[in-house]
């Protein structure tokens, strides 16, 4: 008897503790039951041996044939993306479903028997993708109906044929075998060599035509009316682009199937869009970023069998996209909200130091003391907020605090100065050159005056003739250095506001 077998039946017998009776005879069972079957660990590893070291023949071919696969799915759909047009490669994945029920018909027909042809089947898929896209771009241009409108409408109108098409072909007495519902979900284990020889020519032929063409399709993302009025043919252009989907998406038939390759087309684009603004390097990335969802897709079905490839890709690309869109460095979650959280954090300190510096200007004395009431009063912060930003103040040197006064440090005088010094600078340029009223500039200055540095300062010094060493300029409006009577003039001098 094994021990948790003793624990169980004493505790049968212990009133105080009869409520783990049920767990432990359950693990009893369980165990008994473990020791009689292999390692499911051991099995699971030697599955992960052989997939890794690929071992097996059809994994090395499905592996390679999804790999090239998820790259050029990656960078097509870059430009989808740019261009706005994520919704295509769903209308052309749909146009294509009745092509390939279209073209079984076909051929059964004509020679019974053959219906299952591959070649057959991809003429017809292809045909009908062309057909969707072409019908896209008709209603757009002939009509007034919107983009997302032609593509709902051609999408929903297209699939309606393909599943009325896959009606017919089910009552034939062939149609039970056709497995035409393979190219709707795919099955990518189903791949051969010359499944793969055909995915890896035609994924080359792709990535020539954007190699080739890759300035003009920029071009066409970005501007491209601009394009149009210089003479690009750009109507051409974005026809190429369209038939460029269609061959993805007739490629990743048989990998992810019709209705998951359009998440191939945009999610891997999507997620790079997180990590550049550069088009070279964001098609590059998502061509990475398909390739290793394909892959770990293919992996992780194959220790897996019963889990299916297609769908595990998409998965695999999405928990890409989700990493990407909370760590891309460049507009990820959390670098932008910590990029936000230390320019909150430098724009309190830096409010502190200008209030400081215009308080004390009245005063005269920007080496003396002032109460913190009156800086409270001048930057209408709460208690708290003073007090977190004072401390951080503290903490770099810029201010000393002692009771209830604070005072500058050199450093902080040097800094107040160069702050005040580009704010003003600033407010002098919107009065002069944006013809802005002198009390309407201070909210604009308040704004970017924590970014003005470098050339902008420089340029800002030869436009107004301001020199580099230059004392701080008057500033062009009263400021408001104690709430509600004193405040200073635009000649600098301090005055009283009525009612004082």
């Given at each position: ?400 605090r002692d009771g209830q006064e604070m005072s500058l440090t050199e450093l902080g005088q040097r800094e107040s100065a160069r702050i005040v010094r580009n704010h003003r600078l600033w ?74």
């Amino acid at each position: 008897m094994t021990v948790v077998a003793r624990v169980a039946r004493w505790c049968r017998g212990t009133a105080t503790i009869w409520w783990l009776s049920p767990a432990l005879i359950y693990l009893t069972s369980a165990a008994s039951q473990a020791s009689e079957l292999e390692d499911p660990p051991t099995r699971w590893t030697e599955g992960l041996y052989r997939v890794v070291m690929l071992r097996d023949y059809n994994t090395r071919v499905v592996l390679a044939g999804a790999t090239v696969m998820g790259v050029t799915a990656g960078v097509v759909g870059v430009f989808m993306l740019l261009r706005k047009r994520a919704l295509l490669g769903d209308v052309v994945s749909h146009a294509a479903f009745p092509g390939v029920a279209i073209a079984y018909l076909c051929a059964e027909l004509t020679s019974p028997g053959t219906g299952k042809t591959l070649s057959y089947l991809l003429v017809g898929a292809t045909v009908g993708g062309v057909f969707g896209a072409m019908a896209t771009s008709w209603i757009r241009r002939a009509t007034r109906v919107k983009d997302d409108a032609a593509l709902a409408i051609v999408l929903s109108v297209l699939f309606g044929v393909g599943i009325t098409a896959l009606s017919i072909v089910q009552r034939l007495e062939t149609g039970n075998a056709a497995g035409l519902t393979n190219f709707i979900y795919g099955k990518t284990a189903s791949m051969t060599w010359s499944d793969l020889k055909l995915i890896v020519i035609a994924s080359v032929v792709v990535a020539g035509v954007v190699m080739l063409l890759f300035k003009e399709l920029t071009l066409l993302c970005f501007d491209e009316q601009f394009g149009a009025s210089h003479g690009w043919p750009t109507a051409s252009i974005d026809m190429c682009l369209n038939m460029l989907v269609v061959a993805v998406c007739v490629i990743g038939m048989q990998t992810v199937g019709l209705l998951l390759v359009v998440a191939m087309l945009i999610i891997p684009a999507a997620a790079a869009r997180f990590w550049s603004d550069r088009i070279g390097t964001m098609t590059c990335i998502a061509g990475g970023f398909g390739a290793v969802s394909s892959a770990t897709g293919v992996v992780v079905s194959s220790i897996v069998p019963d889990l299916a490839t297609g769908a595990l890709i998409v998965l695999f690309a999405a928990s890409l996209f989700v990493g990407s869109m909370l760590f891309g460095v460049r507009q990820g979650l959390v670098p932008r909200g910590y990029l936000l959280f230390r320019l909150r954090r430098k724009t309190a300190i830096h409010h502190l130091l200008r209030a400081f510096y215009e308080a004390a200007e009245v005063r005269t004395q920007l080496n003396g003391q002032l109460p913190t009431s009156l800086l409270l009063s001048h930057l209408g912060w709460k208690e708290r907020t003073f007090a977190g930003v004072a401390k951080r103040g503290v903490r770099k040197r810029l201010v000393r605090r002692d009771g209830q006064e604070m005072s500058l440090t050199e450093l902080g005088q040097r800094e107040s100065a160069r702050i005040v010094r580009n704010h003003r600078l600033w407010e002098l340029y919107l009065i002069r050159y944006a013809d802005i009223a002198p009390t309407h500039v201070d909210r604009d200055a308040d704004q970017i005056e924590h970014i003005i540095e470098g050339d902008i300062l420089h340029e800002l010094e030869r436009t107004l003739a301001q020199s580099a060493d230059q004392e701080v300029p008057q500033s062009p409006h009263a400021v408001a250095v104690s709430h509600p009577s004193a405040v200073v003039s635009g000649d600098g001098q301090s005055t009283k506001s009525e009612g004082s």
